[in-house]
């Protein structure tokens, strides 16, 4: 079955590092994605990797992927209180159109 | 750009009214989209709209009509409200609606229905 899942909460220190994690059910995804989306706006694509890739790295952010668990994450270097926000894994199915199964989100509280 | 915009922003409804949810992207995409965000869930699609005339249910489509009006706009229509269609609702469009495509949101619309 399609089922994405995320832990609903996470605080940090600002200037530490973050670690957003995510499961995933379906292993036909050809594409996992990560969300952000701000109070009150709609959402922001971060980043995505391809599902032969195990590792991508984006300024602050890298994405590791674990495919044979199925295992998703997002880690944001030096977080800053921008950072906070609710950030979505998604996951595109194989076959047909760009379906996105979202996880309920993250919520990134950042903290001095 | 605008990119995506939706309106209404906030709309409050009564049981059993309608009301029509406009979306309109100036990116020249092809493919659009409309989910519903629930609290402590994931969006789930509504409906989407491959390419200009052609649309298609997706994940909870109960209740909900849409009308992919021209290439830029793309509503989506409750013709009788529900307390369970409180939610936010939000617009999506991406290029070609291919696997390798990555979607842009609007801001949401949050309805409540009472």
């Known amino acids: 079955g399609e089922d994405v899942e995320q832990s609903l909460f996470l605080s940090v220190r600002e200037g530490d590092s973050s670690v957003i994690n995510c499961t995933y059910t379906?292993?036909?995804?050809?594409?996992l994605y990560w969300y952000k989306q701000e109070p009150g706006a709609g959402l922001q694509l971060l980043t995505y990797?391809?599902?032969?890739?195990d590792m991508k790295q984006d300024q602050r952010l890298t994405v590791l992927l674990n495919k044979k668990d199925k295992h998703l994450s997002l880690r944001i270097a030096d977080t800053q209180t921008g950072d906070s926000a609710i950030y979505f894994c998604?996951?595109?199915?194989?076959?047909?159109?760009?379906?996105?199964?979202f996880g309920a989100g993250t919520r990134l509280a950042v903290h001095p | 750009n605008a990119g995506v915009t939706q309106t209404p922003k906030f709309q409050v409804l009564k049981t059993g009214q309608s009301m029509t949810l406009q979306c309109a992207q100036d990116m020249n995409h092809n493919s659009m989209y409309w989910y519903r965000q629930d609290p402590g869930m994931g969006l789930r699609l509504i409906y989407y709209?491959?390419?200009?005339?052609?649309?298609d249910k997706g994940e909870v489509p109960n209740g909900y009509n849409v009308s992919r009006l021209n290439k830029r706009e793309f509503s989506l229509r409750l013709e009788s409200a529900a307390p369970s269609q409180t939610s936010v609702y939000f617009c999506a469009s991406s290029e070609i609606g291919g696997i390798t495509d990555t979607q842009y949101f609007g801001p949401g619309t949050r309805l409540t229905v009472l």
């Open positions: 379906d292993s036909s995804s050809t594409y």
């Open positions: 990797i391809f599902s032969n890739m």
């Open positions: 998604a996951e595109n199915l194989a076959g047909g159109y760009n379906k996105l199964i």
């Open positions: 709209s491959a390419s200009e005339g052609t649309t």
